[in-house]
């Protein structure tokens, strides 16, 4: 019997041990199913000729492959409308802010099926940024008005504008940190020069003050908010060279400047791994974050782009939108960090962002 006990213990440990063995070896990680055809991969919008109403959106997906024209075909029946000038994600959801036809189509952001289509309380409505769990969309107002812009507080809930928050002429570009959203007054149809903070938690502008001429692009890293500054064009005499401003975000303060050479326009600005990468022009620069200078030589030019409308750094690849004529389908170039190119798309009229969908 004690013969017995002792096998049938044995056994049994045998037995556990293997069960456990075996129920480790079979655990794997649990593989994240898509959750629609367009997780993943990046969004372009496709602003169309002007006043024309064919503005769209394209797909290019992780394995590249371009879809054009997404949310018509997802949505039968539907059409983007005139100019979408930016795209926003929050949560499940994609906003469509679509400038010509002064509305916001709102999509589940991995089907591209659409959830709602807001018309009103907008006007000329240009980015959206999202903060306290709430929108902010800036918004030009009548272009013959310096006095009528503002930011649009959106309700996500409830998909409409609930409030406005009035600021200076052209607010644009709006970015979020801890609450508070920056928004760049590039100046509409005039030229602006300023930088106004909101409050999240108040809906009231905390301070507004000057950066440089033309504020179009704005990025923040580790505390800093980077703000590259067209400067003033020719044709808006007196002609200004561009700046990269450096906010620092704790202070809400200007911590330096530092100027272009003279008349020297620069378009676009975007951030990976400390890095600043903007352009001048098709040509394509580089600078560490802690640059107190700017570099003499471009990394690359851009030699096929005709229109360089649209500007992105994402997992070491740098992406630019080619505008080409602004009346034919335009191209996308994608390009190693040092200038080497790696692939063209043709997508739609006047590409004018990436917007990437994860």
């Known amino acids: 019997m004690k013969k017995f006990n002792k096998l049938f213990l044995a056994?049994?440990?045998?037995?556990?041990?293997?069960?456990?063995?075996?129920?480790?070896?079979?655990?794997?990680?649990?593989?994240?199913?898509?959750r629609g055809n367009y997780d993943g991969g990046l969004f372009?919008?496709?602003?169309?000729?002007f006043e024309k109403g064919n503005g769209s959106i394209s797909y290019l997906s992780e394995d590249l492959k371009i879809e054009n024209n997404v949310f018509s075909l997802v949505n039968t029946g539907k059409k983007i409308g005139d100019a979408p000038q930016s795209i926003g994600f929050n949560g499940n959801f994609a906003y469509i802010v679509v400038n010509g036809s002064n509305k916001i189509e709102v999509v589940?952001?991995?089907?591209?099926?659409?959830?709602?289509?807001?018309?009103?309380?907008?006007?000329?409505?240009?980015?959206?940024?999202?903060?306290?769990?709430?929108?902010?969309?800036?918004?030009?107002?009548?272009?013959?008005?310096?006095?009528?812009?503002?930011?649009?507080?959106?309700?996500?809930?409830?998909?409409?504008?609930?409030?406005?928050?009035?600021?200076?002429?052209?607010?644009?570009?709006?970015?979020?940190?801890n609450g508070s959203l920056y928004v760049a007054h590039k100046g509409g149809f005039s030229q602006g020069n300023s930088l106004t903070v909101i409050s999240s938690a108040t809906n009231k502008v905390t301070t507004n003050f000057v950066v440089g001429d033309v504020p179009s692009s704005l990025v923040k890293d580790n505390g800093t908010l980077y703000v590259l500054c067209n400067g003033r064009p020719s044709y808006a005499a007196p002609e200004t060279a561009g700046k990269l401003v450096k906010i620092n975000l704790s202070t809400n303060t200007v911590a330096s400047t530092i100027d272009f050479s003279a008349k020297t326009h620069p378009g676009f600005l975007d951030i990976e791994n400390n890095k600043l990468y903007y352009t001048v022009g098709k040509d394509i620069y580089s600078a560490a974050t802690s640059t107190t200078t700017l570099p003499a030589a471009a990394t690359f030019k851009a030699t096929k782009v005709t229109s360089l409308y649209g500007f992105a750094v994402k997992n070491s690849k740098i992406y630019v939108a080619d505008a080409i004529n602004f009346l034919d389908n335009g191209d996308i170039y994608t390009y190693t960090l040092t200038g080497t190119e790696t692939n063209v798309f043709k997508v739609e009229v006047t590409p004018n962002g990436f917007y990437f969908n994860n």
């Open 11 to 34: 056994l049994l440990v045998s037995s556990a041990f293997f069960a456990s063995c075996s129920s480790d070896d079979d655990t794997t990680d649990p593989v994240q199913e898509p």
């Open 44 to 49: 372009i919008a496709n602003e169309g000729n």
């Open 108 to 177: 589940n952001r991995y089907t591209f099926k659409s959830i709602a289509t807001v018309t009103a309380d907008l006007s000329n409505p240009r980015y959206i940024a999202f903060a306290n769990g709430k929108g902010y969309v800036t918004n030009w107002g009548d272009g013959a008005s310096a006095t009528d812009d503002y930011v649009a507080i959106f309700d996500l809930t409830a998909n409409k504008i609930t409030s406005k928050i009035p600021v200076v002429e052209g607010p644009e570009k709006i970015i979020e940190n």
